[in-house]
Every structure is written in structure tokens, then in C-alpha cells.
């Protein structure tokens, strides 16, 4: 115990600098995230801890060069042997000093983040405070266990600092590399899906490094069961140390390497990594030549046996050792050619497969929807999806052997329906093995999923409402935005009803777009995320005719956020956009309307646009235009807010630079009293999605005016009929346009029918 | 009991030690003295446990040193060059002995901190050279062991200090019975301190003795007859050294003094006095008579005759 304390006491000069560094880190970073302005998801526990990533490093190398600092001076290292305490006693009380040091400082670290999360009412996931303890303490274990095992087998600073380098990463990099090599040469394989034993992540400490050069390891970094091998690894390590530091002799104090021989052995280890880069297909052979890669390594291998043996002799001597890295890196690039090669050819037999699992296309992402999730965990064991992922992976296998890499033909009728998922093979006999795939056809493989009764239910499956921490960018915790859980709760109820998958992502594609067409027009998207257990979520739904209740509440959310759309300065610059003045000078106007009635005898949604400049081509089409717009945004004038989605109803935005004849900026004097101005931009209102409570965010620095949050409106029954036969005529004259100008070709289906095919359903 | 039974240490292919063996009793003050390179420091990292022997053993009272804390808890090591903890101070250190060494008297240490007038809470490497090694002492005779191990001890500090420590260290072997192992490369530092020395020479003990019998057990003479003569004239004495300058003659011889004396005078000299070694004298001779052959300045002095 006493050793222990005085190891402690030892320790407390760095370690509290330590704790310090890490806890203001913590402070400032947190305080700075939950102080942002906009949140749109729970955070990763990368980016809600992320000072202790540095720690990992940073705490792990101090607190062991500082324990440990004796062996390397030789009045230190006879001083701390020839104390009455034996050196293993000794070894495991300068470790657990260094633990206890290290806990502490992640445990405060955590605890103090976790306060100023819950104080600040920020959204994170309870979890990951748990978690995180553990995880980052035997992440930080890691590097010291690392550097203990350098200490003890050198005797300076520097050589120990180099070592510790190569101890902590040579093998994993080593990996690491193969595992690119691997990547690259088979081409169906991800990150996600090599063996366990290639997997960069399983070492934490390490795959910290890996997740930022791969990002989409940062799912799997986290997983407890890395957590537990990496602490067996630790465990380890510190036994190596441990028989080390017993062993080693104290008259090493002061020298890079107990023998030339060692030194030898550290500078092979040195070279190695630049080998390996060449060997596993990292360094492309195109860019590199061998003869350059063996001058690199030998270039290594002789500055630093130069530096560590200070005889030129003795480097001489010991140069043919350097044979044994290049054997190793022209072995590694046989393996690894050989071992890629191998995996990418396994294609099992449909009869052998038991099932096989759809991981998720989006699973590298750092949102991945609910259903993902639930989807992943279905166990598909119909012949027909097993049979369609086996062929499918026999075909991505041929047609890598036939042009090198998967280059199916994209031509108009299929390319869209491409679909690349990770998949997963489980064999009748237990094994296991994961490819991307690239199916010719989505709605195919999504025909064959919904053979499958776990699938049809996880796509419908929304998470806990409880769960849910955001909504369309706002937050539950702020009553503001209450208006929003309104529109949720609708859809939560509707949902179940409608038979619709709960995202989009699991919808059969239709290439017709009948999305547009009665119950599936769509009136918004409202977005959701949020956690459940360690699992955080990120979905967006749409809002369909079909759901009613809920596009009523999108609308009257749109409408109550709209509250003044200056729809008597959208007529004034429509009117001048004639004529304009200034060479910066534009206007536009896109309108979304609902509910057209169609000659087939549908309604459906049509998107409408018109623009104007003072230099326009097809001039003589956009003046013929500009009559029908002049009429409509008179006609807007009249209309009236409308909740009823089965209205027939618009959506109006527009913006524009206008100046009169006099000189003065059309609207100038109104919107210079507006809630937001930035330079000499003037803002008439805010995209929706960044407001709240009705302040405007949005701002431009051209000068324009930007009307971006308009309600949705409705007519009167005369009125209604006009607008239907300026919608036909204006849908004609941009059919024409597009035509003139890009040779857009108007797509095949009904027309716009008569306004007696619709009538108003209040 | 320190027991070394052909103890050697090698770096690389510098033989440090050779085939040493001693003995040093309980209850002593020991002195080994040698030059340069003679091999001290390194045998007493060897007795401290803190190098592990090449080959051979030593033990300290019948166990092995080397990483045996049951046996290093009686030892306590003041090396040559000293290490403190960084930006510690008397009272830091002194916490990390206390730590270390169950048998450490704070009492103690208070005492010889006041003894020594030493600032405790100022920092240590503030301090001068010779305070820094009453610090190291201080903390080493706190620590009560059994046995004291001191390299270069009074190098860097003034007489009154030497004086201090000395009489700190009789205190201790007089009143506890402990044992102190003192190197020097001078063996004037130790010939008034030491119960026994010994000479290291090329990694082996060539020579070990009591200090008062080695220091009454060989004399100087200085003779003159009239008549002439040589050698032979003293053949019933034990004569180490013989050298004739006209009719005077210089002789060392071993033995007693009063029976060489009354020998010699029973022969009518015209000139005879009796003339005390110092030390090194006694060491130089008595190396001579094994056949030793020393290049040390430092043993050599200015004072043989």
C-alpha cells in the first residue's frame, strides 16, 4: 500500500496537470456544444467526449514516461532498486498509481460533461456516461501498458517515446494496412465486414486512430466487446511489462538498447511499416516503384542504426538484417493478394445458406434511421431473397474478373434501380461472411423482403415516441417547438393505419412518380432523432395526403410561421420584373400546388417556376409568361391560409432584386423593419426549417429579398377555376421553354383537367 | 553479515568485478578503498540489490540481495551521486523513506535535521553540493537500518560536517549494532573512521585487515653505523623495505617496535630512530609484499620515503 501511495503521490505532479488539461477541455467543449445554436441529433460519444480521445494519447505516454522516468538516468534507476520493495511490487504500484490517476481524470471528465449536458438540458444518451468510464480508461491503459513495455526494455527518453510507438501501433498497423490491402483488392468487402482478427477497431486505442482514416468504424469502436478484448490486452501487456521491468538490468539506464543486437531487431521493426504500406496495395505500385520503397526502408534502417550504434562498422555489419522487413513486406503482399483473392472468389451454394441479413446501405453514416436498425436484426430465410443475394454475388464476382471493377451499364430504364447493400451470409454450418453487394434491381430484392413477415413489421416500426429528443430541428425541451411534437404524435397515430413503411427508404420505387398523385402527394418531411438504450437514431417521415391529420398539422404549422408573406410586394415586383433596370436585377417565383385535377381524373401535385433578368433568352415566351403571373399573383392577393390538405391549394416562395424607375429598392422600406438584416441584405422571412417561434434566420448577402416561408393557400371556387386555366397555360409554356432552352422533353401522362373535375373538400 | 563468495559483475566486456570475495562482520564501520575503476560502486549496487551479480552471490545475514525487499529493508544506500525527487524537498524525501523503509524514525530525523541545521522545507536543488549529501545522510540514517552503505561519503563536505557524520555513524554502530560500508578512493578519509579496510584492485579484494593492527604492525627505522654494513645485519627482523644512503639505512620492518628498537640500539648506532606509517604507507608496503605493483597516485602520496 505504501509504495502505492507514494507512487500516487509521484504521479501527482503530471497527473494533475493531466486532470486539469482534460477537465477545462471538457468544460469549454461541452459548454460550447450545448450553447450551439442548432442541434439536430443526440451526439456521437466521439464528439460528447472527444478531450478524452486526446487523453487517451496524451495521458497513457506522460503518466508512463513519468512512472518510469527512473530507469532512464542512472542515479534515479539505482536509487528506486535499491529501495526495499521488490520490482514487482514496485512495477504494479507505479501501474495502479497511474490507473488510479487515470480514472479519476476520465471519471471527472465524464461526470463534468454529463453535468453540463443535463444542466443545459442537451439531449445524450445516459449510456454513454457508463460506458464511457470504462472505455476510456482502458483506452488510455493501452498506450501506458505500451509504453510501460518500452521503458522496460530501453533507456532513454527518446527510445522509449520511439518503441512505445512501434509496441502501441506496429502490429496494428501492420493490420491495418493488410486490411486496406484487403479492401481494396477484393472490392466487395467493407470495413465492416472482415474478420474480426483484421478489424481495426478491436483495439481501442489504436482504432481511434482507425475511425478517423475510416469513419465508418466509429459504429463498431464503441462496442463493449472491443472494450473487454482490449482490457484482456492491457491485462497482457502489463504482464509483459511487468516480467520485463523484473528483468531488466539496471546499468541500462542511460543506453538506447541492452545490446547492438536489440538495436538491430528496433530498426528492422522501424522499417517495417514502409514495407507493408507497399506490400498490402496501400502505396499503389503505379506511384511507386519497388526500388524506391527499398530505399526508403534502407534509408531508414541505416540513419537509424547510425544514430543508435554510432559506427558506421557496426551499421555496416548488421545490414544485411535489413533483408528480413523486405522479406516480410514481399510476403505480406503474396498473403494479402492471395488471402483477398480467396475471399472475393468464396461463393456459397444457395442450399448452403441458412440466411442472410440486410445490414443497412446507410450503416457507415453517422445517422442511420430507426428501421435500419431493426432490419439489420431480420433473419431473411426465404429461398427466394437467398437465392437472389447469392446470384447477385456470383454475378459482382464475375463482372470484377471481366472489367476489373463492378461497372454495370447505367442506361435509363435500370440504373435507378440499382441498389448496393451489405449483406450477410450465414452458412448451415455456422459460418458467417458479409459482402457489399450490388443488386441490378431494388425492387426486386425488396419484393423478396416482404416475403419476410420480421421485415414487413421493422419497416413499419417507429421508435419510442419517448424517445424521440428532436423534431425537424427543434427541441422537445423547449415548449417553442411544441407545435412540432403536434405534427408527430399525428403521424405516430396515423402511421399504423395507412400500411405506408414508416421511412421512405423501404419504399417500392416507382419510377412513374405516383408519389405525386392523390393520397402521396407530399406536403413536407418532418425529421426525428433521438436514442433508444445506446442505439441513436436519425428518421425523417413524409408527410403524405394519405396522413391527413398530420398534413393538417404541418400546414397549420407552416401558416402560423408565416406571418406576413408581403404577397402586395410579390405583386409589385412581378408587375416591374418587366422591366428591369439594374444588371443584378432578378425575380423569381416557384409555386408547389396541391390537389390539380387531372384529365385521368386524379389530383396530383405540379411544381410551377418562372424568372426573370434583364437580359433574357426567349423573351418573347417569357413575356407571354409574365401576363399569366402578373394575373396569378393578383389572384394570390385574394386567396386565404387553408389547413385542409385535400384543398386545392399553393405553396408559394419567391425572391427577388427590383428596383423602380426612381431607383428606390421595391420593398426596401418595409423589410428594413424586419426581424433579421446582414450587410445589405434585406430578408422577408426564414426557411421554415430554421425557424422557431417565428424569428427569422435566414440571410443573403446579394441584396435580394427572399420570401421563404410562405403558408399554403387556397381559392375561391371563381377564383380556383382561373388559376386552373393559367396553371394550363402556364404549364405549356414551360414545357416549351424547357424545351427551347435545354430540350427537356415533357414527360408522358394526363393533363391538367378542367376545374368541374375538382371540387374543394373542406 | 555481508558475505560475497566470488561475486562478478561485467558490462559488456569490462570485467567490473572478478571472483570477489569478503566478509564483513556485523557491528563494524568497513572501509574499501581503491582507485578509480577499482570496482567500489559497483559492489555496493551489488550489496544494495541493485545490480544482479553476473555470477557468484552475496548475501546479507545468509539471504540473497538481489530484488529480496525482506533483506533490502535492513540497507540503505547513500550512492556517490545522489538522487532526490524532483522540486522535493527534506520533508518529501522524507515521506518517501517513510514509505519505504518500515523501520524509519522521524524522531530521528528530526533530530539530525536539526543537527545539521538543514532548511527542510527548502527546496533540494537549491542546495549546495555538501548540503545535498547531509540531506542524503540525514535521510539515510533515519531510515535505521542495519546496514549503511556509503559511496564517496565525505566527498563535498567541509571538516565540521565530516566530523558530524562520523561521529553520527560511531553512534550507530555503537549504539545499534549497525554496520556501515564506506568506499573511498583516499584512504586518509578512512583511516580514522573505519574498524576494517580492504583494497579494491581490478574488480578483487587483494588486501583486508584491522585497522589498528595494520596501523601498529609495520614502523619505519632509521639507522646509522659507523663501521659499514647491510641488510643481513637485521636478519632476525622482519624487514619489508631496506634502502642505504651512505651509512644511514631506511627500513621497514613488521613487528614490535619496542623489541626492533632495543635490538637495534643493543648494536651501538650512531643514529637510530623509530618513525609511525600513515596508512597508505602501511597499505603501499604491505601490497608490495604480496607482489602488487600500484599505479594509484592517490595511494602513492608524496609522504613514502
Known amino acids: 500500500m505504501k509504495p502505492y501511495l507514494e507512487s500516487i503521490r509521484k504521479l501527482s505532479r503530471v497527473g494533475l496537470i493531466l486532470f486539469a488539461l482534460s477537465i477545462v477541455a471538457s468544460a469549454v467543449i461541452s459548454i460550447q456544444y450545448c450553447t450551439a445554436l442548432y442541434h439536430d441529433n443526440v451526439p456521437s460519444i466521439t464528439k460528447m467526449f472527444s478531450p478524452l480521445i486526446a487523453f487517451i494519447y496524451a495521458g497513457g505516454i506522460v503518466l508512463a514516461m513519468d512512472g518510469f522516468s527512473f530507469l532512464n538516468k542512472r542515479t534515479d534507476s539505482d536509487f528506486y532498486h535499491s529501495l526495499p520493495v521488490s520490482r514487482k511490487k514496485l512495477f504494479w504500484a507505479i501501474t495502479l498509481a497511474a490507473l488510479t490517476w487515470i480514472a479519476a481524470t476520465v471519471l471527472s471528465s465524464v461526470l463534468l460533461t454529463v453535468i453540463i449536458f443535463t444542466i443545459t438540458k442537451t439531449p445524450f444518451v445516459q449510456l454513454y456516461a457508463l460506458l464511457a468510464v470504462p472505455f476510456f480508461t482502458v483506452a488510455t491503459m493501452m498506450v501506458f501498458s505500451a509504453c510501460a513495455i518500452a521503458m522496460s526494455l530501453t533507456g532513454t527518453a527518446i527510445t522509449g517515446l520511439g518503441l512505445t510507438v512501434l509496441v502501441f501501433g506496429l502490429v496494428r498497423f501492420v493490420q491495418f494496412a493488410v486490411a486496406r490491402g484487403i479492401v481494396a483488392n477484393t472490392q466487395i468487402i467493407s470495413w465492416l465486414d472482415l474478420p474480426w482478427y483484421l478489424t481495426p477497431v478491436t483495439n481501442i486505442a489504436t482504432g481511434q486512430i482507425a475511425q478517423l482514416l475510416r469513419p465508418m468504424l466509429r459504429h463498431t469502436l464503441y462496442d463493449p466487446i472491443n472494450m473487454l478484448y482490449s482490457a484482456v490486452i492491457v491485462g497482457a501487456e502489463l504482464l509483459l511489462a511487468r516480467v520485463l521491468f523484473a528483468k531488466r538490468a539496471s546499468e541500462l539506464a542511460e543506453h538506447g538498447a541492452k545490446s547492438a543486437t536489440m538495436q538491430t531487431v528496433f530498426a528492422c521493426a522501424a522499417v517495417v511499416p514502409v514495407v507493408i504500406l507497399f506490400a498490402s496495395g496501400v502505396v499503389s505500385q503505379q506511384n511507386i516503384s519497388i526500388p524506391i520503397v527499398v530505399g526508403i526502408a534502407a534509408g531508414i534502417y541505416v540513419i537509424y542504426q547510425l544514430v543508435a550504434l554510432r559506427s558506421t562498422k557496426k551499421m555496416l555489419i548488421s545490414l544485411p538484417w535489413l533483408l528480413v522487413p523486405l522479406a516480410l513486406g514481399v510476403a505480406g503482399y503474396f498473403g494479402t493478394t492471395s488471402a483477398a483473392k480467396s475471399m472475393q472468389n468464396f461463393v456459397p451454394n444457395t442450399q448452403d445458406v441458412a440466411y442472410v441479413q440486410l445490414n443497412g446501405a446507410g450503416r457507415g453514416t453517422e445517422y442511420i434511421p430507426y428501421q435500419q436498425y431493426l432490419v439489420s436484426e431480420v433473419q431473411f430465410t426465404e429461398t427466394d431473397i437467398r437465392q437472389y443475394a447469392v446470384e447477385t454475388l456470383r454475378d459482382n464476382v464475375a463482372t470484377i474478373h471481366r472489367a476489373g471493377y463492378l461497372n454495370y451499364t447505367y442506361d435509363d430504364q435500370s440504373s435507378y434501380m440499382l441498389s448496393t447493400q451489405p449483406v450477410t451470409f450465414v452458412l448451415k454450418d455456422g459460418r458467417k461472411f458479409s459482402r457489399v453487394l450490388t443488386f441490378l434491381n431494388q425492387n426486386t430484392l425488396m419484393d423478396y423482403c416482404q416475403q419476410n413477415s420480421d421485415f414487413n413489421e421493422a419497416i413499419r416500426t417507429l421508435p419510442p415516441q419517448s424517445s424521440v429528443r428532436y423534431l425537424q430541428g427543434g427541441d422537445l425541451y423547449d415548449k417553442a417547438y411544441m407545435e412540432n411534437s403536434v405534427i408527430l404524435s399525428a403521424y405516430y397515430d396515423e402511421l399504423p393505419q395507412t400500411g405506408y413503411p414508416a421511412n421512405d427508404f423501404y419504399r417500392i420505387y416507382d419510377p412513374y412518380m405516383n408519389y405525386m398523385v392523390n393520397e402521396e402527394q407530399n406536403y413536407g418531411n418532418i425529421s426525428t432523432a433521438g436514442y433508444v438504450g445506446m442505439m441513436r437514431y436519425w428518421d425523417s417521415y413524409t408527410i403524405r395526403l394519405g396522413t391527413p391529420r398530420t398534413s393538417t398539422a404541418w400546414m397549420q404549422y407552416q401558416n402560423n410561421h408565416s406571418k406576413n408573406e408581403y404577397l402586395d410586394l410579390l405583386q409589385e415586383m412581378a408587375n416591374k420584373s418587366e422591366t428591369l433596370t439594374r444588371d443584378m436585377d432578378y425575380f423569381n417565383i416557384s409555386m408547389m400546388v396541391y390537389n390539380v385535377p387531372m384529365s385521368d381524373g386524379t389530383r396530383q401535385t405540379m411544381s410551377f417556376y418562372f424568372d426573370r433578368y434583364p437580359n433574357d433568352a426567349a423573351l418573347e415566351l417569357k413575356t407571354k409568361m409574365q401576363t399569366l403571373v402578373n394575373e396569378f399573383t393578383e389572384i394570390l392577393m385574394r386567396s386565404t391560409p387553408t389547413t385542409n390538405p385535400n384543398d386545392f391549394n399553393v405553396y408559394v416562395t419567391w425572391s427577388g432584386r427590383v428596383h423602380n424607375d426612381d431607383g428606390s429598392y421595391i420593398g426596401g422600406d418595409i423589410i428594413e423593419q424586419q426581424f433579421v438584416s446582414s450587410g445589405n441584405s434585406f430578408v422577408s422571412g426564414g426557411s421554415i426549417y430554421f425557424v422557431s417561434n417565428g424569428d427569422v434566420l435566414y440571410g443573403g448577402m446579394s441584396g435580394a429579398i427572399s420570401a421563404y416561408n410562405p403558408s399554403f393557400r387556397s381559392f375561391s371556387p371563381e377564383d380556383q377555376v382561373r388559376v386552373i386555366e393559367i396553371l394550363k397555360q402556364w404549364k405549356a409554356m414551360q414545357d416549351e421553354y424547357n424545351y427551347t432552352m435545354y430540350g427537356g422533353i415533357p414527360q408522358e401522362g394526363p393533363s391538367i383537367g378542367d376545374a368541374t373535375e375538382t371540387t374543394t373538400q373542406g | ?305
Open chain 2, 1 to 305: 553479515m555481508i558475505k560475497a563468495r566470488k561475486l562478478t559483475k561485467r558490462f559488456g566486456t569490462v570485467e567490473a568485478l572478478l571472483n570477489l570475495n569478503c566478509n564483513i562482520p556485523q557491528g563494524c564501520i568497513y572501509g574499501l578503498v581503491g582507485a578509480n575503476g577499482a570496482g567500489k560502486s559497483t559492489f555496493l549496487r551489488l550489496c544494495n540489490g541493485i545490480y544482479k551479480p553476473d555470477e557468484g552471490h552475496i548475501s546479507i545475514n545468509g539471504g540473497e540481495v538481489f530484488d529480496n525487499p525482506v533483506v533490502k529493508e535492513h540497507c540503505v544506500f547513500v550512492p556517490d551521486e545522489l538522487y532526490f525527487l524532483p522540486q522535493s524537498n527534506l520533508n518529501r524525501m522524507a515521506l518517501l523513506y517513510e514509505s519505504m523503509y518500515p523501520r524509519f524514525s522521524n524522531e530521528r530525523f528530526n533530530d539530525l535535521c536539526a543537527a545539521f541545521k538543514l532548511d527542510r522545507t527548502r527546496q533540494l536543488n537549491t542546495f549546495s553540493k555538501g548540503m545535498r549529501r547531509q540531506a542524503a545522510t540525514i535521510l539515510a540514517l533515519s531510515a535505521m537500518t542495519d546496514y549503511v552503505f556509503f559511496d564517496e561519503t565525505f566527498d563535498g563536505l567541509d571538516p565540521v560536517m565530516r566530523n558530524l557524520v562520523k561521529g553520527m555513524l560511531y553512534d550507530d554502530v555503537l549504539e545499534r549494532g549497525c554496520t556501515a560500508v564506506i568506499t573511498s578512493h583516499s584512504l586518509r578519509e578512512l583511516e580514522d573512521t573505519c574498524d576494517q579496510l580492504a583494497l579494491l584492485y581490478k574488480g578483487g579484494i587483494v588486501f583486508e585487515s584491522d585497522v589498528q593492527n595494520l596501523k601498529t604492525s609495520l614502523f619505519k627505522v632509521q639507522v646509522a653505523f659507523a663501521q659499514d654494513y647491510d641488510r643481513s645485519r637485521f636478519s632476525n627482523m622482519e624487514i619489508l623495505s631496506f634502502s642505504k644512503q651512505g651509512s644511514v639505512a631506511n627500513m621497514i620492518i613488521r613487528g614490535d617496535s619496542m623489541k626492533a628498537k632495543l635490538a637495534i640500539a643493543a648494536q651501538n648506532p650512531l643514529i637510530l630512530e623509530i618513525l609511525p606509517l600513515t596508512l597508505e604507507e602501511v597499505f603501499l608496503y604491505e601490497m608490495e609484499a604480496l607482489g602488487y605493483s600500484f599505479e594509484a597516485p592517490e595511494l602513492k602520496g608524496g609522504e613514502r620515503a
